[in-house]
């Protein structure tokens, strides 16, 4: 047991949703002395059954953890679990240390990281890469936003749920990469089905396009990894009916996040607001749920 593991011995998880729920197991599993917290009891019971000690409010999770970690649904539920009268920055002992995993407005984390630093806590952004399987697997890639020094404190327990820990600069800054890197996908995704599309509507065979795209400069990882068309691929969400994955209704709040962080300092972002515009399009007819890669759906139909 390294030293940096025990001076972070004592975890508490807030938040225990589709992501946070296997992310906390795997930190229980890792040996940690865990405290979690969810609005659900439910979603608190499973972690309880593998070892967890169970908390009935933020207060209880927080008082006596070395490290706070929360993986919420929005920008609206960081603000209230991390700023509200009995939040965690009320509640959290001396001198913990504070990582968010949501991801949320990137303004709104500043705002976060900074009240904490006021406090005398210090604070990470830590969003994530690599959906529930990657939860499961602790493969996440987390991207992170705040100082060095205290990403190197708490590396080693972010190791314990995914494989790459990413430095993206200083506090806000691991949201700005994660939606920088999810609007390109959505685009990508949107390109990539609209290129299949009209070539399949030429009479091409999606699978010879496809392997002529994948050998030619219009490659990428919508193409080559998660193809959307249905019948190029196996093993992938439009192999199964775009059932699992990555829900659209995720890639549309990521996109508004992007448009976000766009307007604020002025950006151009005139494709990833036609994305995410397209996105909402997709989910008003129901596809909220579905993987994003079910935007073809959309593409083929409005062809007809
Ligand atoms: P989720 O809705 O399944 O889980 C969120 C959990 O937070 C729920 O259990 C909810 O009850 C709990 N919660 C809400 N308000 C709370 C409060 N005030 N106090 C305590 N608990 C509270 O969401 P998720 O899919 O686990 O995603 C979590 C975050 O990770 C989101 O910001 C999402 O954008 C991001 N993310 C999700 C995926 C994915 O594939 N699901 C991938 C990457 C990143």
Known sequence: MTTEKKQLQ??????LGNM???????????????TVFDVVPEAVKVLVAAGARGAASIAEA???AD??????PATQHSKQVYLSEDGVLAAAKKGATLVDSSTINADTAREIAAEATAKGFEMLDAPVS???????????????????????????VLEKMGKNVMHAG???????AKICNNMLLGILMIGTSEALNLGVANGLDPKVLSSIIAKSSGRNWALEIYNPMPGVMENVPS?????GGFGSQLMAKDLGLAQEA???VHAATPLGAAAWQLYQKHIDAGNGKLDFSSIFKLVSTDSK
């Open 67 to 72: 490290l706070v970690m929360t993986m919420l």
């Open 62 to 64: 927080v008082a006596a």
């Open 239 to 243: 192999a199964r009916g775009y059932i």
């Open 262 to 264: 766009a307007q604020a």
């Open 130 to 156: 690599g959906g529930v399987a990657g939860a499961q697997a602790a493969s996440l890639t987390f991207i992170v936003g705040g100082s060095v020094r205290t990403l190197a404190r708490v590396q080693p």
């Open 20 to 34: 946070g729920s296997p992310m906390a197991l795997n930190l229980q599993k890792a040996g940690y002395n865990l």
């Open 170 to 176: 200083g506090p806000g800054a691991g949201q700005i």
């Open 10 to 15: 004592n975890i508490a998880f807030i938040g």
